[in-house]
């Protein structure tokens, strides 16, 4: 800390320049470089926070598509349109009610016995994951 120096403009004793304490200008500067930083602080948390919920959402969708697919490959041919297969009780999924499966079956009848198999899943009526694969009557 600065010792007080004569100054003979206001005549008087007064603390030196280097001591006395922010102007306004400094404050408004140190303010919005404070609230720029928290900007781009809190923008890379939404991000992260938005890319992690989708992948999670994908791989619980990957997961039920192919579970369910796997279910119907087991299961018996059905030859009688409507192509009737049941879906998979999927309840032990974290927040499995927001999901929803649809099962899609078309025959091709010019390679025999043989049915496309689509499996969609929706998360919230959104569509998320589809899939599709074949089954053959054996």
């Not at 991000?47 to 990957?62: C, I």
Request: glycine share 4%; aromatic share 8%.
């Amino acid at each position: 800390m600065g010792r007080p120096v004569y100054c003979p403009r206001s005549k008087g004793l007064r603390q030196p320049s280097s001591t006395r304490g922010m102007t306004l200008i400094e404050t408004l500067i140190a303010l919005a470089i404070l609230a720029v930083t928290a900007v781009v602080f809190l923008t890379a948390v939404f991000t992260n926070y938005k890319a992690a919920t989708l992948t999670q959402e994908r791989t619980t969708a990957e997961s039920l598509a192919r579970s369910q697919l796997e279910a119907i490959k087991n299961a018996a041919y059905d030859e009688t349109p409507p192509y009737e297969y049941a879906i998979i009780d999927y309840t032990p999924v974290d927040h499995s009610e927001d999901y929803s499966i649809e099962i899609g079956v078309v025959p091709l009848p010019l390679a025999g016995d043989l049915q496309k198999v689509t499996v969609e899943i929706s998360h919230w009526g959104k569509p998320v994951f589809t899939v599709e694969d074949y089954k053959v009557k054996r």
